[in-house]
């Protein structure tokens, strides 16, 4: 059974850095797209962007690019979403999301990890 | 990339059918058939109901179907149940990226 489980709600003040993890287990971790989901309070889903473990193909959308970084720990199994100095506005819950073809549809996705920024 | 249009908010009473519109252009929508639809219930992860425009995945219901026609894709639920009132977004490929719809409430009356 596939499964994603991500790390534990953060509480962080701004300009602190923040790296949250996502694990995947049930399926080879090199063969599957992960893409990480934004929703701020009351919001939409907004796609920030994917990672593809095999190659460490990534790509960002226009509007996340430069403003956080995805990557990938192959041994542990494990993506990763940073930021390297957190604004009150990335005060959101963050999903992590895996396809085998993302063109396909996500047919799995972590728990949600909640991230609050405030002073 | 704008995010792909659809009604803030839909209603139908148990039994109904219902449809909920997903607008884009031709570099999203209407350039692919990689349309999926997302269930999403209040504190939930998001569930996919669709993919491929019209596929639906294992395990879910055939009152869930997809279409698409130009650059608007669609979400038809039949028989409505009480169960269905939730969140739905669509989502599409777009040149190496995804974008998604603003989201649409379901309330079954």
């Known amino acids: 059974e596939v499964q994603l489980v991500q790390s534990g709600a953060e509480v962080k003040k701004p300009g602190e850095s923040l790296k949250i993890s996502c694990k995947g287990s049930?399926?080879?971790?090199?063969?599957?797209?992960i893409a990480w989901v934004r929703q701020m309070p009351g919001k939409g889903l907004e796609w920030m962007g994917i990672?593809?473990?095999?190659?460490?193909?990534?790509r960002y959308s226009p509007s996340f690019q430069g403003q956080v970084t995805i990557s990938d720990d192959k041994s542990i199994s494990t993506a990763y979403l940073q930021w390297s100095s957190l604004k009150a506005s990335d005060t959101a819950m963050y999903f992590c999301?895996?396809?085998?073809?993302?063109?396909?549809?996500?047919?799995?996705w972590g728990q949600g990890t909640l991230v609050t920024v405030s002073s | 990339q704008s995010a792909l249009t659809q009604p803030a908010s839909v209603s139908g009473s148990p039994g109904q059918s219902i449809t909920i519109s997903c607008t884009g252009t031709s570099s999203d929508v209407g350039g692919y058939n990689y349309v999926s639809w997302y269930q999403q219930h209040p504190g939930k992860a998001p569930k996919l109901m669709i993919y491929e425009v019209s596929n639906r995945p294992s395990g879910i219901s055939n009152r869930f179907s997809g279409s698409k026609s130009g650059n608007t894709a669609s979400l038809t639920i039949s028989g409505l149940q009480a169960e269905d009132e939730s969140d739905y977004y669509c989502?599409?490929?777009?040149?190496?990226?995804?974008?998604f719809g603003g989201g649409t409430k379901l309330t079954v009356l």
């Open positions: 999301a895996a396809a085998g073809d993302f063109t396909r549809g996500f047919h799995y």
């Open positions: 989502s599409s490929y777009t040149d190496s990226a995804v974008l």
């Open positions: 990672i593809y473990p095999g190659d460490s193909d990534i």
């Open positions: 049930g399926y080879s971790f090199t063969t599957y797209w």
